[in-house]
């Protein structure tokens, strides 16, 4: 292919992982925009995952939006792992940091066999795993990965430093204070959070997913060629795809194909049709456009492919029931008490970490910042799944958005109205410590707060020796159990700052059966 | 603004000009004009009851920079009445700009999320469609202000609100479940920052150190729709009364006074004006509060 034709493409294909990536951020930062009203569609990169798709199947009731998966299932059979190089949003992040580390001169990497399987055999132990019980697919599946890592500590750490930097700009006298003030006015209106948005683990999360960007200096694409589920399932079918990269007779043999592509292989030389995301690279680095880009139905004996090893795949499966079993027989599982709450409408402990991918949509869609990933509450498995606590945020009354985002139903669709009757769980009052109790004297801040409309949370006169050791009228706090619905504002708000004196614990839940 | 409007406002702040001196002049202590007026047009009864306490010009100079503080405190629309109806909102601001007011900002340190009370409550639209300066509280502009009251002394204040010519003090009057009631002295907790909750030991006291530590310069209170029961928040439709009813004064006291007894309570029941009473912010018997009561 001639050198115009294979620029255009390539800036074709740049293009489209720009557009990509802009279209990922644009509906996350959408799903967590100040207005409540509006909620665009924001499932959309959700739905053509096929890994999704898998976990929708076993976990069950099948929703129809799954089936937008095919499409890129179907397409890869023709045009190869074209959704890695073109469309993924976080394979266009990868990329870009790939980039940049080829501005360094280095010298040509031999394809390493071992770590580009490595992606297919954890594909082996997550499907292996996921059929029984355990749905582990979420941590490593590209899109739940970068909407939690984007969510929880891309989003939240560039409005830190977007508001610092400007609002210092913005007060200093003088033209640098002038020509700052309207920026800084306008993203406050339209682009930053009036409270800095704070995450359980957001330091965890972003170690990773930094490290995973870093990663691409050092070698091309890291985590596409050596992690992805996704990419693997691609890989498998990428195999089979038409789309070819013949050599003509131009060839010169001279290997400079080899410069820049992603899997340190080349059409000359290693050529993997199941590694090959289609970026290009290798049609501008030939210094003879002695590359093409064929369609053609593959014959036996062209679908250079790596081969897994029967050993490896056995292994594999293995693993995938070892990554099964540990975490059923965790503690965890057994005990009817636990410490967490859930956001509203999520289904049964045990329906819930089958269909919950981790993706962290729900916590980004949080107006008051009250859903964050857990750590091990809800045991290993439970890594990263949303719990809500209140004292970062409460459920807003008026609010049903996380419900509205979740893209496998593991938060149940309720509609508001259904969303305010939802019991998320019970306020307890610690007497204890509750100032009305323990101090004798009025507060009711938490009374003040109680969305219900009829009041769960009230209050009492009565007549207590205060610790001065005086006769005083006191108005008591006390909790209509069976009116409140767990939303945890009295929590949020409880003035004491050791530790609320009111809580809201797991009792009552609604997502757990009675019997 | 239509010019009617524009024209009608220019004879009214000229003539406020005008007559300034001769009102400061005539102001008694003591006995300064409440106005209570009824009506169907929120807007209407504002600009009536402001007028009729000597106007806009009386309060505002030309080239203040005036903040208007209305109860913001929640996520709920104005129909469930947990905020300043903005119809009333909008006459004070263009009355405060017919006055000469340099620029108008509307502003409360809310109790729910900020973004989603400012747009559910219909105000932040409506301030800015006045041209007013909508803003948001912002935890680093808050200073340590002292209030120098008898329970209230040091607490941290926006210094936005420090740093404004006159303060124009904008409740709605409702229900509240451990104070009784909030109307104009306990909207001034929207002014400060910090760990609020604690200032609900000694509510009654700390309210009335504020109201006394913070001028309020005009004092406007939307009892257009009223929360009658589980305040301050409510949500129920069926709690929400409604009285048609704006009123105004300049002195803080009296007018919760005049608002209480719209409630039905007696003010000597609430708290915070039991202790505003002793410190003599104003009658506290609705009897010996001169209340003048117009309809349009």
Redesign the interface.
């Known amino acids: 292919m001639d050198a115009k034709k294979s620029k255009r493409l390539q800036r074709l294909r740049i293009l489209s992982q720009i557009f990509f990536t802009w279209l990922f951020f644009f509906l996350l930062l959408k799903s967590g925009g100040a207005a409540i009203e509006d909620l665009p569609h924001t499932g959309f990169f959700f739905y053509i995952d096929p890994l999704l798709l898998w976990v929708n199947l076993l976990a069950g009731p099948f929703f129809r939006a799954f089936l937008l998966a095919l499409i890129p299932l179907l397409l890869t059979l023709v045009f190869g792992r074209f959704f890695c190089g073109w469309l993924c949003p976080l394979g266009a992040l990868n990329q870009f940091f790939t980039w940049l580390g080829s501005r360094r001169g280095r010298k040509k990497v031999a394809v390493e066999r071992n770590s580009l399987r490595l992606k297919y055999l954890l594909l082996i132990v997550l499907l292996v795993a996921s059929l029984f019980a355990s749905q582990l697919l979420g941590w490593l599946d590209p899109f739940t990965l970068l909407t939690r890592s984007a969510s929880t500590v891309v989003l939240p750490g560039a409005n830190f430093l977007a508001q610092h930097a400007m609002q210092s700009g913005a007060q200093s006298r003088g033209w640098a204070g002038k020509a700052v003030k309207p920026f800084y006015d306008l993203s406050r209106r339209f682009l930053l959070t009036v409270r800095q948005r704070t995450y359980l683990q957001a330091s965890a999360i972003g170690l990773i997913f930094f490290s995973l960007l870093l990663l691409n200096l050092r070698r091309r694409r890291f985590f596409c060629n050596t992690l992805c589920p996704l990419g693997a399932l691609y890989g498998l079918l990428a195999k089979y795809s038409l789309v070819h990269l013949p050599l003509n007779e131009n060839c010169l043999k001279c290997g400079a194909c080899a410069n820049h592509c992603t899997y340190y292989g080349s059409p000359y030389q290693d050529y993997l049709k199941s590694e090959c995301v289609l970026c290009l690279n290798c049609l501008n680095d030939c210094p003879a456009a002695a590359i093409d880009v064929r369609f053609q139905l593959p014959r036996k004996g062209q679908r250079p492919a790596l081969d897994l090893g029967r050993r490896h795949i056995l292994a594999a499966a293995g693993c995938g029931l070892v990554a099964a079993a540990l975490p059923q027989i965790g503690v965890e599982k057994k005990s009817k008490a636990h410490a967490f709450i859930r956001p509203p409408g999520a289904v049964a402990e045990k329906d819930f970490l089958k269909k919950c991918v981790r993706c962290g949509a729900c916590m980004q869609s949080c107006p008051t910042n009250a859903i964050h990933p857990a750590v091990f509450q809800s045991g290993v498995e439970g890594l990263w799944t949303p719990l809500l606590v209140p004292l970062n945020g409460y459920c807003e009354y008026e609010c049903n958005r996380c419900t509205q985002v979740c893209p496998t139903y593991a938060l149940a669709r309720l509609t508001l109205e259904e969303k305010k009757l939802f019991k998320i769980g019970t306020a307890v009052i610690d007497r204890s410590t509750c100032y009305t109790y323990a101090d004798g004297y009025n507060c009711a801040v938490c009374e003040e707060h109680c969305p219900v409309p009829e009041k769960a949370i009230r209050f009492r006169e009565v007549e207590v020796n205060n610790f001065r050791g005086k006769t005083k009228k006191v108005k008591q706090i006390y909790v209509v159990p069976d009116l409140c619905i767990g939303c945890g504002i009295c929590e949020n708000v409880c003035p004491r700052t050791d530790a609320p004196a009111i809580r809201v614990g797991a009792e009552e839940e609604q997502r757990e059966n009675p019997y | 603004m239509k010019r009617r409007t524009f024209v009608k406002n220019g004879a009214m702040f000229s003539s406020g000009l005008l007559l300034a001196p001769l009102a400061r002049g005539q102001a008694q202590p003591g006995a300064a004009a409440i106005v209570q007026v009824k009506g169907a047009s929120p807007y209407e009864i504002t600009k009536k009851a402001i007028t009729e306490i000597g106007g806009m010009g009386k309060i505002v100079s030309r080239g203040d920079v005036v903040m208007v503080k209305p109860n913001i405190g929640w996520?709920?629309t104005v129909e469930q009445a947990a905020c300043t109806n903005p119809e009333v909102l909008r006459a004070v601001i263009e009355l405060a700009f017919a006055a000469g007011a340099k620029k108008v900002v509307v502003m409360d340190n809310t109790?729910?999320?900020?973004?989603?009370c400012y747009?559910?409550s219909g105000i932040e639209a409506m301030a800015r469609k006045a041209g007013a300066e909508v803003r948001?509280?912002?935890?680093?502009r808050l200073v340590v202000h002292d209030f120098k009251g008898e329970v209230l002394g040091k607490w941290p204040v926006f210094r936005d609100f420090l740093e404004v010519d006159k303060f124009i003090n904008v409740p709605i009057l409702k229900h509240?479940?451990?104070s009784g009631l909030t109307i104009a002295m306990k909207n001034l907790y929207g002014i400060l920052g910090g760990?609020?909750?604690?200032l609900?030991?000694?509510?009654g006291e700390n309210i009335a150190d504020l109201a006394n530590g913070f001028r309020s310069h005009l004092v406007v209170v939307d009892a257009f729709r009223v929360l009658m029961r589980?305040g301050?928040?409510?949500?129920?439709l069926s709690?929400v009364e409604l009285r048609q009813t704006v009123i105004a004064s300049t002195r803080i006291m009296q007018a919760d006074v005049a608002a209480a007894a719209l409630f039905g309570r007696d003010a000597r029941e609430v708290e915070y004006l039991q202790a505003a009473y002793a410190r003599k912010m104003g009658e506290i018997e609705i009897s010996k509060v001169p209340v003048r009561a117009l309809s349009v």
């Open positions: 996520n709920r109790c729910h999320k900020a973004e989603d747009q559910r948001y509280s912002d935890e680093n509240h479940g451990s760990n609020r909750g604690k609900h030991r000694d509510m589980n301050p928040v409510g949500g129920r709690d």
